[in-house]
């Protein structure tokens, strides 16, 4: 497998879990992928939400993506690395029109400060699902 893979599965399961950390307390939540590239991860978020703060504090996350199928035989990728906040209005641009019910939230468009824009751009990528149970340590990593 290499990290062509890894766009590809996170692109055609973009719901998934973020784990932050808030001081010493682990934090995971869900959220849904906008999309993955070559470049990374990427996701937004409102500046205003205790996910942002916990960013800016420590920007290494990790992120479970998960393929819903019959327990025995499901999927999983787990993307470890660390973020990294966007500031490019084209690309906030582009959000807004794929996800009309951003603009109902962001009322002053791209430049809005309330929308965040970050992506994981470094780190590693693993696959597991129940064959590997018990042999986490002897899965394939893959680095990004």
């Known amino acids: 497998m290499d990290y062509q893979d890894c766009i590809k599965f996170a692109n055609e ?11 010493a307390q682990p934090r995971v939540r869900g959220f849904l992928l906008w999309f993955a590239d070559e470049n990374g991860f990427y996701f ?3 500046a205003t ?4 703060k916990q960013l800016k504090s420590n920007s290494k996350v990790e992120v479970c993506f998960y393929a819903p199928k019959d327990p025995q035989t499901a999927k999983m990728m787990r993307v470890a690395g660390e973020v990294e906040r966007i500031d490019d209005i084209a690309l906030k641009t582009r959000l807004l029109e794929e996800r009309q019910f951003l603009k109902a939230i962001v009322r002053s468009g791209a430049e809005d400060p309330l929308l965040v824009l970050f992506r994981v751009y470094t780190g590693e990528a693993h696959f597991w699902t ?3 149970n018990m042999r986490e340590s002897e899965i394939e990593r893959i680095t990004f």
């Open 130 to 132: 129940m064959e590997d």
């Open 49 to 52: 939400k205790e996910v942002c």
């Open 13 to 23: 399961n973009p719901v998934c879990y973020i784990a932050t950390a808030d001081g």
């Open 44 to 46: 937004h978020t409102g």
